[in-house]
């Protein structure tokens, strides 16, 4: 998760007592929301100067002691804290349903972008894991509109929760598992130590451009074979060296 913490985005300190009031409980889940304002998408070097906004907004003219969201996700995917796991939002509605659920923001509006992107999507299911894993919260997902009248967090966000908020296709962590990736770097460096295996030149010298040359062999796998003989003939250096060394 690109987790944006309060420091790296420039919050102001949240006003206490009731800034710091705790859950009373674990959450049931997580609700989404967006902003329900006009919104035009940024480069990311303006999305901490955008949360410092809304937190401006929630703290100067709503009165509220903090940014009133636990997370927020900008559409290149980056969750910046909020309220983060400890602390009640004031996000949902009243008090009651602001301590049953965490409260998410995807940083849309109802015009302008309105709807999220993949990272952002991605960015969000992020928070959600990390929520339930970290805060606890329990399965539960929906939207600010659920129990609360308003139309938050418009459809096209309100739908994708409803469905499980799925990651989508382009943003699958772990495709490879760290596992299968050991298994794979095992391999190759099997195959890449295997006595007898080089017959790639010590430097690139010869190389040549045309593909009929014999010489064109540079390819990333002459390349690391290549790689793989230097680094062979260095430790073989540093062995016999060592070794006149240790002669008494
Ligand atoms: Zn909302
Ligand atoms: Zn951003």
Redesign the pocket.
């Known amino acids: 998760m690109k987790l944006v913490s309060r420091a790296q985005w420039g919050a102001r300190a949240y006003r206490k007592p009731n800034g710091a009031t705790p859950y009373s409980r674990p959450r049931r889940g997580v609700k989404l ?2 902003l ?1 304002t006009a919104y035009t998408d940024r480069p990311h070097e303006q999305c901490a100067a955008y949360v410092r906004q809304i937190q401006a907004q929630h703290m100067d003219s709503n009165g509220w002691s903090d940014v009133g969201y636990s997370f927020l996700v900008c559409t290149h995917g980056y969750v910046h804290e909020g309220r983060g796991l400890k602390r009640r939002n004031s ?1 949902n509605g009243n008090t009651t349903l602001n301590d049953q659920d965490y409260a998410v ?1 995807l940083l849309v509006g109802s015009t302008g972008v309105t709807k999220p992107t993949d990272a952002q999507l991605g960015g969000a299911r992020d928070a959600i894991d990390y929520c339930r894993e970290e805060g606890p919260a329990g399965t539960w997902l929906g939207g ?1 509109r659920d129990g609360y009248s ?1 139309s ?2 418009g459809d096209p966000i309100y739908a994708w929760v409803k469905a499980g908020a799925p990651r989508p296709a382009s943003h699958q962590e772990d495709a490879v598992t760290e596992e299968q990736m050991d298994r794979i770097a095992d391999k190759v460096v099997e195959r890449l130590l295997s006595k007898d295996a080089f017959d790639a030149p010590a430097d690139a010298s010869d190389y040549s451009d045309d593909p009929k040359s014999p010489h064109h062999y540079w390819s990333g796998r002459t390349l690391f074979r290549d790689l793989v003989t230097k680094v062979r003939r260095i430790d073989k250096t540093l062995t016999e060296l060592n070794a006149k060394e240790s002669r008494p």
């Open positions: 929301h967006y329900g996000a923001c600010h308003t938050c967090p």
